[in-house]
């Protein structure tokens, strides 16, 4: 497997470090905006916290890009078969790709706990963005598990379009509940952080509400695994959909 | 000879890569009370090791020879498994121990991590997927002190000693924390000289436990990982032990430092001996071995 990885990352090499180049530049900006004297009076620790939360969406979306490519660039028949039948096998060749991914994204939580730190130097107003560095860093994961099985089976075209069907049904489901379900949480945005504050001040709710986001968050790292089983099972099924 | 010469130059090379950037930041940056000033210089430390890898096999033109970058042999998964359960396992073995033979007043079924069993499991579980999704920082030390500096010991003495070297210089690379009282605080006799001979001996026994891990699955991510997780899932998981369901802190026979030392020593002690023993055995039957045939 390491192999493989090896030769993933040496074909894609220039790819890779654009995408993860590019995708801190923003981060990178911001924070050297943070730090300058304009800015220190005008950021609160909240309005920061919104920022890094941006920011992490759209480094990990450059991300997520990246890894994408990376999954579906060696789509070809004649690769496909010739791989299945190394002693690495078809776990080797899967194998490679998702743990590109999780290193990939370990690295950007890196990156960004790094520019986080550098902007907070020059101003202690700003808040620490790791917790929601750490919170993309999973959703990045899922994101990936949910994909990868589908671009194995179907191919990377069908596979993200299965995707975006999945999301589109995940946000329809939620928009016909905002319509027809019990949304006076929502009626106004005072009720909303009337509720939201009452929740909070509770602290039983707030413990369970904690314990209830850390089984999430760890379940991740065992549904990426499963996913990448699932992967490795629909591999060669996938393969029959290669146009070349 | 030339090729111990080579080692030696290599490890000097490392080893003022490695300690250089780490000693101007922490005594540039310290607050004089075991902290940095600076968020950036505190969240780089641990990637220097690692770098300091890099540069040096640049410069001695090693490339990517023995550098443990692959994944591990086959089966290699109880390993990983085990890189994993030690860091959860280690707050709570130390919290035991506390109760046991440290704290004065109270059990440990009164103390805040028990009585809000809730919050505690939200604690270690947080922990781990923290210490999980910022590994590549342990995989900064470890690259640099069993990835690199081990095996280059091993070159010029026996194991065993290789081991206990570099706990020593891996222990000694913290020295400006330790100086203003970063992981054992500053209230104990012999400030700071105790805090270096307990980091020494911590040093030691784990680094015989991580270089187990990296050699018996050839690949440094174990290490790297287990290193990250005893660092994020230990202190946070211990500190509820030391403290009742009031929040007031449990009364102790001893003083803090060596209520850590009593508490959270044992552990890193006996896995520490036990993969020194694993270690040479394995080495020993395979040297019997050699000589037989």
């Keep these: 497997m390491t192999g493989l990885l090896y030769k993933l990352i040496r074909t894609n090499w220039v790819k890779i470090l654009l995408f993860f180049l590019g995708s801190m530049f923003y981060p990178f900006m911001f924070a050297l905006i943070f730090r300058s004297d304009d800015m220190k009076d005008d950021l609160t620790s909240g309005i920061s916290i919104m920022l890094w939360a941006f920011m992490a969406f759209m480094v990990f979306l450059i991300g997520g890009v990246c890894e994408d490519s990376i999954f579906n660039d060696d789509e070809r028949k004649k690769w496909a078969y010739f791989v299945a039948s190394t002693p690495t096998g078809i776990k080797g060749q899967i194998g490679a790709k998702y743990l590109f991914t999780l290193c990939y994204s370990m690295l950007t939580v890196t990156a960004l706990i790094l520019c986080c730190g550098f902007a907070r130097d020059g101003s202690s107003e700003l808040a620490d963005g790791s917790v929601i560095f750490i919170g993309f860093f999973y959703i990045q994961l899922t994101m990936r598990a949910i994909e990868f099985p589908l671009m194995a089976r179907f191919g990377s075209k069908i596979g993200k379009s299965l995707k975006i069907i999945i999301i589109g049904i995940a946000a329809f489901i939620f928009f016909a509940y905002m319509l027809f379900g019990d949304t006076s949480a929502f009626a106004d945005m005072d009720t909303f952080f009337d509720r939201l504050l009452a929740a909070l001040a509770d602290e039983n709710k707030v413990k369970r509400m904690t314990l209830w986001f850390s089984i999430i968050t760890l379940a991740v790292i065992p549904i990426y695994y499963l996913s990448y089983r699932l992967a490795v099972k629909w591999y060669l099924k996938g393969v029959e959909s290669y146009a070349k | ?293």
């Design chain 2, 1 to 293: 000879m030339p090729n111990k010469k080579k080692t030696l130059l290599r490890i000097a090379l490392y080893l003022i890569l490695a300690y250089v950037p780490v000693y101007i930041l922490c005594f540039a940056f310290s607050d004089k009370e075991g902290s940095l000033t600076s968020v950036l210089a505190g969240n780089t430390l641990m990637l220097y090791p690692a770098i300091a890898v890099i540069i040096t096999r640049i410069v001695t033109r090693e490339g990517l020879h023995n550098s443990f970058l692959g994944f591990g042999k086959r089966n290699s998964g109880k390993y990983y498994a085990l890189a994993v359960l030690y860091p959860i396992a280690l707050p709570y073995v130390s919290a035991l121990l506390l109760h046991l033979f440290v704290v004065k007043n109270g059990s440990i079924t009164d103390s805040a991590a028990l009585s809000d069993g809730t919050s505690a499991v939200a604690m270690l579980l947080l922990s781990i997927a923290t210490g999980f999704a910022t590994a590549v920082h342990g995989f900064g030390e470890e690259l640099g002190w069993r990835g690199y500096l081990t095996p280059k010991l091993e070159e010029l003495m026996p194991a065993p000693a290789a081991v206990i070297v570099t706990g020593i210089i891996w222990a000694l690379w913290h020295g400006p924390l330790l100086a203003y009282g970063y992981d054992f605080g500053r209230d104990y006799d012999f400030f700071p000289y105790g805090g270096f001979i307990a980091m020494i001996v911590m040093c030691i026994f784990w680094s015989a436990f991580l270089t187990w891990l990296t050699k018996r699955t050839n690949s440094v991510y174990p290490a790297a990982l287990c290193h990250m997780l005893i660092d994020t899932v230990l202190t946070s998981n211990l500190m509820p032990f030391t403290y009742n369901a009031n929040g007031d802190k449990f009364e102790l026979r001893t003083n803090d430092f060596w209520g850590q030392i009593i508490s959270v020593f044992p552990m890193i002690i006996v896995a520490g001996a036990v993969s020194m023993v694993l270690m040479w055995r394995k080495k020993s039957s395979g040297e019997n071995k050699k000589a037989l045939s």
